[in-house]
């Protein structure tokens, strides 16, 4: 097992800790050890400097105390040394380690604001109990707002609890806490999201008129074709696009969001919107991006076409998904065209479809 000291900056300090990795797996041990960090102006003082060598020299000293120790199979991942670590710097780790992933990133750091709104002092290991998780969710629920003082959705609760749940299931895993007192808390229930969608209409509609950036006309209409996400369209290179005699037309790629490997049949329409092939490592959408800009530009092309709807570019992954269904796709094959990990989460769409067969049903009305 290799014991590696670490730093993580928080504010004007900067907490010291140790980082176990053995057989792929991490575990962490906070030294409640901090080092004065350099300020934005100026330079710390000879007595902060010496003070800061001494703490590292004593967070060495015990980095090296535990390396001994488990090599002599002394030391113990369930001792009570790693309860009395900050679990609020431990939740700050989690969400670093999810930094390539940038809504998966800024759900976890939102959480991480929010117990601190909660929790203004640091908490250990050992005082996160169920008393204390039930108040995080009634902090949640009553108490949690936006920016503008908006109360938290539903889903957003759902969501942050989750979050909560998981780095508790976490330290559970690492050995850090012997059971995980989530689970005696009731969570939230997910609220229905609003899963905003283009009819076939409106679709023909908006190829019909131009958009100020091309690229982003091809690259969402590509989505409504395909469904795939955003991200997956933005980073999809040459090499991903193949054909083969068994297959056709298709795109072998990883997920961003899932990391899970795909191989994703697309029309031959689909394939010829793309134009000539290039270099394998050159990207397919050439000057896209996610901005402000690119979000307005998407929002005038569809009202050109005379769409009064709040239109983004993930409303292209939805209309593949409802005009699938729609078109009488069954709902198993249109999971796994979307990647979707599990049937419940493309059921959502099958809701859309029943409320338009509701809809459909009302129009025809006899005069009796």
């Known amino acids: 097992m ?13 907490s010291l800790y140790l980082d176990y990795y053995s057989k792929g797996k991490r575990q962490y041990e906070y030294l409640q050890l901090y080092l004065m960090a350099e300020p ?8 902060q400097k010496d003070d800061n060598k001494k703490i590292l020299q004593l967070a060495e000293s015990i980095r090296a105390k535990r390396h001994l120790e488990i090599h002599n199979s002394i030391y113990d991942f369930q001792d009570s040394e790693k309860l009395k670590g900050n679990f609020l710097l431990y939740f700050d780790t989690l969400t670093e380690l999810r930094k390539d992933s940038k809504g998966n990133y800024g759900n976890w750091d939102s959480v991480g604001k929010h117990l601190r709104k909660y929790c203004p002092n640091d908490i250990t290991f050992n005082r996160v109990n169920k008393d204390w998780v039930q108040g995080f969710r009634d902090y949640l629920d009553k108490e949690a707002c936006l920016k503008g ?19 508790l299931k976490q330290a559970v895993r690492d050995g850090i806490m012997k059971y995980n007192p989530s689970e005696q808390v009731k969570s939230f229930k997910q609220g229905e999201p609003q899963r905003e969608y283009l009819s076939l209409e409106e679709l023909q509609a908006i190829t019909k008129v131009d958009c100020d950036f091309k690229p982003l006309k091809t690259a969402f209409l590509f989505s409504c074709l395909t469904g795939l996400r955003w991200s997956d369209i933005n980073k999809l290179v040459w090499s991903e696009v193949q054909f083969s005699e068994h297959l056709g037309n298709h795109i072998r790629f990883r997920q961003k969001k899932t990391k899970g490997a795909e191989t994703q049949p697309i029309s031959q329409q689909a394939r010829d919107m793309l134009g000539e092939e290039k270099d394998p490592d050159e990207r397919v959408f050439v000057g896209l991006k996610y901005s402000a800009w690119h979000n307005v530009k998407l929002l005038q092309w569809v009202m050109k076409a005379g769409i009064t709807k709040n239109i983004t570019f993930h409303c292209a992954r939805h209309t593949y998904a409802t005009l699938q269904l729609s078109l009488g796709t069954d709902i198993y094959t249109v999971s796994k065209l979307l990647g979707h990990r599990e049937l419940k989460t493309t059921q959502i769409y099958a809701k859309v479809i029943d409320a338009k067969k509701i809809e459909a049903a009302d129009k025809i009305i006899l005069d009796l």
């Open 40 to 47: 934005e102006r100026g330079s710390l003082t000879r007595q």
């Open 2 to 14: 290799k014991v590696t000291l670490r730093q993580r900056k928080k504010g004007k300090k900067i």
């Open 149 to 167: 003082g908006k109360p938290l959705s539903q889903n957003s609760k759902y969501s942050y609890f989750n979050k909560l749940r998981a780095a």
